[in-house]
């Protein structure tokens, strides 16, 4: 089998999807027998090329149980239109594979606590719409990063982000169709909400009489906004203050992924599993960690290779103990 040119990998992680010549449907051929499973679900946010129902073959060839997609381009405010038999087939996939859960991440642009009205309005409704194709995907759970509150005080913002999610979802029935909300953490850039467990809890606390919702933590973001998860004293104590503000048992995904910059640096870079700034062993400690059992594993790694997203859940997978 050639090896693809590097300039043809899918970036997942981006959304922008490149030519197929790289495709994991490609590169893998189907497995003749199912991948080995660990006892924690491990997933990739996983390409949606060439329609959104492929992501569920891409993901069991990955060996994953898991996986994450966008459901429309994360970086443009025109939505993807769904077909029926699209959402049929991902779903009969998924049945099939047994991944679960599928977790939907938001588009990027969508900013709940805007203060021009113009761009709320556009992030109100491009969230109702990332409610209603994860409706029609049957998907788990939708992940949305709280926003920026620049131009307000931190408590108004969170104010809005209630109001705008609440708004957006309204009439929808999350609750009776098994759709939950979940709020990642950021990684605490100047007005970014959500830099703190404390503002991803209170925000869950006051969501939670109008939508279901619960937490996304990413370990970049954790990582970059200060905690320290590198030692196994700041690991615990870490740990402790996640259970102490959102509730351990709140978290039913984890974003699994290392970092290019320093703890405490503010910045937003992901890197492979090991590879970064956080090291290996603290994704050992976070996949064996009892309180952790029923959460899904997914990762957002980069790729800068060809089947670098297997390397990267074949990682996490070999830590589970």
Same mark, same amino acid.
């Given at each position: ?68 997609? =966008?459901? +429309? ?26 991944? @679960? ?47 920026? =509150? ?5 408590? &108004? ?17 999350? @609750? ?19 830099? +703190? ?34 030692? @196994? ?49 603290? =994704? ?20 800068? &290779?060809?089947?670098?997203?297997? @390397? ?10």
């Amino acid at each position: 089998m050639t090896k693809p040119n590097k300039s043809d990998v899918i970036d997942s992680k981006s959304g922008e999807e490149v030519k197929f010549e790289n495709d994991i449907l490609k590169l893998i051929p189907p497995p003749k027998k199912p991948p080995e499973r660990t006892a924690r679900r491990i997933g990739i946010h996983t390409s949606t090329a060439g329609g959104v129902e492929h992501a569920a073959e891409r993901a069991y060839r990955l060996g994953c149980s898991a996986l994450q997609v =966008f459901s +429309s381009s994360p970086r443009q405010w025109k939505p993807y239109e769904l077909g029926t038999s699209q959402c049929e087939t991902m779903n009969s996939l998924r049945q099939k594979y047994d991944l @679960k859960p599928l977790v939907i991440h938001a588009n990027y642009l969508i900013n709940p606590a805007a203060i021009n009205s113009t761009f709320l309005r556009k992030s109100v409704e491009a969230f109702r719409g990332e409610l209603e194709r994860g409706l029609a995907l049957c998907a788990d759970y939708l992940v949305l990063h709280p926003g920026s =509150f620049r131009g307000m005080t931190r408590e &108004e913002g969170l104010a809005r982000v209630v109001e705008s999610l609440s708004a957006a979802a309204d009439g929808l029935e999350l @609750k009776k169709r098994g759709l939950t909300i979940l709020i990642e953490n950021t990684a605490g850039a100047e007005f970014s909400l959500g830099g +703190s467990f404390e503002q991803v809890g209170v925000l869950i606390e006051f969501l939670k009489p109008s939508v279901p919702v619960a937490a996304c933590i990413d370990t970049c973001h954790t990582h970059v906004s200060g905690y320290d998860i590198t030692t @196994k004293e700041g690991f615990r104590e870490t740990m402790q203050r996640l259970d102490d503000a959102v509730g351990l048992k709140n978290v039913p995904v984890w974003h699994c992924n290392d970092a290019k910059a320093a703890r405490g640096s503010k910045l937003d870079r992901h890197e492979h599993i090991g590879k970064g700034t956080i090291g290996v062993e603290p =994704f050992r400690w976070l996949l064996n960690y009892p309180q952790t059992k029923q959460a899904a594993f997914i990762a957002e790694t980069p790729i800068d &290779e060809p089947l670098d997203d297997q @390397k990267n859940v074949d990682t996490l997978k070999s830590l589970v103990s």
